[in-house]
């Protein structure tokens, strides 16, 4: 019963470096998320899916890319790491509103250092 | 723009007390409200989901409340324990945003025995 699961837990970075994070999910839902959460901000989204091959711009896009190639997994690029990118970031999946419901499920996140 | 606001943003109480954590949100066309725990250092879990339709869930020792015309929402723990300290986030999806959650900033209760 894996849920929504997210590699790596931790990263540290160095500045100017690339990595991705993964994201996937076995429940079988069309909507997938991306969200950062800074200390004592509520989570800001950054890029979602509504199916694979689609793919849109949250409130926080800059510095970031996705790709959706399967309903399972959605990772999430980040090409040229900056300090103001030292968040933890959590991947969610939901079903759509015409799927039945919209209840979302979210990873344990990772936790990631750019210095 | 969907704003989410919740007070108090810190709570501290002895265990035993009922509680009652508010939800506010600016636009009330939301398709539902959903209402999240998260532990220190972990992912957010599901605590309940209220749709737009309904007035009230419940789950165990929680209740939590729905009034779209205020735009507000209340979560309420009955008889608090230790167990139940966390930070309490609640989250809305308009209906014209499918599937969009919109977070406000969270409660951070601390139960003492």
């Known amino acids: 019963n894996a849920g929504v699961t997210q590699t790596p837990k931790f990263r540290i970075l160095k500045i100017g470096q690339s990595m991705t994070l993964q994201c996937t999910q076995d429940?079988?839902?069309?909507?997938m998320y991306w969200y950062r959460q800074d200390p004592g901000m509520g989570l800001k989204l950054i890029y979602y899916?509504?199916?694979?091959?689609?793919?849109d711009k949250g409130e926080v896009p800059n510095g970031y890319n996705v790709s959706r190639s399967t309903t399972e997994d959605f990772p999430l690029r980040l090409e040229l790491a900056a300090p103001s990118q030292t968040s933890v970031y959590f991947c969610?999946?939901?079903?759509?509103?015409?799927?039945?419901?919209?209840?979302?499920?979210f990873g344990q996140g990772t936790r990631l250092t750019v210095v | 723009k969907q704003e989410v606001t919740q007070i108090p943003a810190a709570l501290s109480v002895p265990e035993g007390e009922n509680l009652v954590l508010n939800c506010s949100f600016t636009?009330?066309?939301?398709?539902?409200l959903q209402w999240f725990r998260q532990d220190p250092g972990k992912g957010l879990t599901s605590l309940l989901l209220?749709?737009?339709?309904?007035r009230e869930q419940t789950s165990g020792r929680l209740n939590a409340s729905l009034d779209k015309s205020s735009g507000r929402s209340t979560l309420y723990i009955a008889a608090s324990q230790p167990g139940d300290s966390a930070t309490y986030l609640c989250?809305?999806?308009?209906?014209?945003?499918?599937?969009?959650?919109?977070f406000g900033r969270g409660t951070q209760l601390t139960v003492w025995p």
């Open positions: 636009d009330s066309a939301i398709y539902n």
């Open positions: 899916s509504v199916g694979a091959g689609i793919t």
């Open positions: 429940m079988n839902h069309n909507y």
């Open positions: 209220i749709q737009s339709s309904q």
């Open positions: 969610a999946s939901s079903y759509s509103i015409s799927l039945g419901g919209t209840e979302a499920f």
């Open positions: 989250a809305v999806i308009r209906g014209s945003t499918l599937g969009r959650l919109y």
